[in-house]
């Protein structure tokens, strides 16, 4: 019986991971999902989920350290995804992104090597980690390896306090692993999407609730900078192969990132969107991107593709439709 916990369960990645490793395994699985629903949803999807017999939910704050009582042992894998993220809250509330984000995987590492040193774990970074290197110093390799500097372009600049937890979070967990010698992988996701991601301060469901609005002027804010998009299916089946695979069971701990191959500009992820939905506005509006917006992002997934033979296997244009989809049966509350 293969035991896994996982911190953020009730969150977009947390939610599809979930259901992905339930297949995987079948009958031969029970998950533990940790969530204080401040950012995770008790909704529909996440509620018909708990009701598996394999699934066990605990409401609990990471950032208290006597919630850890709570986890037991015995795991022998723990993905720990639980941060506080999304563009908007980085500019609103920095001091707490950087606070939850770092005090919660220092105490998931201390939780880890004194009850849990057998199993492996996981820490979900992000290309964020290395994202302002481009504009700091007018280079990156593109595709981007692994093998970057990891770079803070302004501290002073909200924008990179999420940035911030995920640069100093490899650091502890690569050497946290070294020190204790435990099993452990980075993954670092290269812009997720799919049902279920959020609302404000990510592109796609930003475009998915504008269309569904009909909002006419369209606008579009970096139009010529360009991204890739995994889908969400895509990235945590990545996600598990990783975590099976007895490649990144070593010393040093490997980082990984998981992304897809099609870089596209705003302004075609959008007329990409039109057409897969069966809209378009008259007029677009197009506008500058924020304070440290990131003009070109594409990462080097050879790694990946080597340690487990990964490919993708949803298209950008059904992912988008899959996604407007949802997005057009769950408007946002607010």
Known sequence: MKKILITGGAGFIGYFLSKQLLKEYGEDVRLTLVDNLRRGRMDADFKELLEDKRVKFLNLDLTDLSAYSQFGNGYDQVYHLAAINGTKIFYEIPHEVLRINTLSLIYMLEWFRKENPQGKFCFTSSNEAYASALSAFGQLPIPTPEKVPLVIDDPYNARWSYASTKLVGEL???HYAKMHNFRALIVRPHNFYGPRAGYGGHVIPDFCERI????????????????TFCYITDAVRAMQMLMDSSKTDGQPIETVHIGDFEEITMRELAEKLFKAVGWKPKELDIKNGPPGSVKRR????????????????VSLAEGLKRTYDWYLKNPSKK
């Open 172 to 174: 502890f967990v690569i």
């Open 212 to 227: 569904a609005a009909h909002v006419d002027p369209f606008p579009i804010y970096g139009a010529d900078d360009t991204r």
């Open 298 to 313: 594409l990462a080097d997934v050879s790694k990946l593709q080597s340690l487990t033979g990964w490919k993708p296997e």
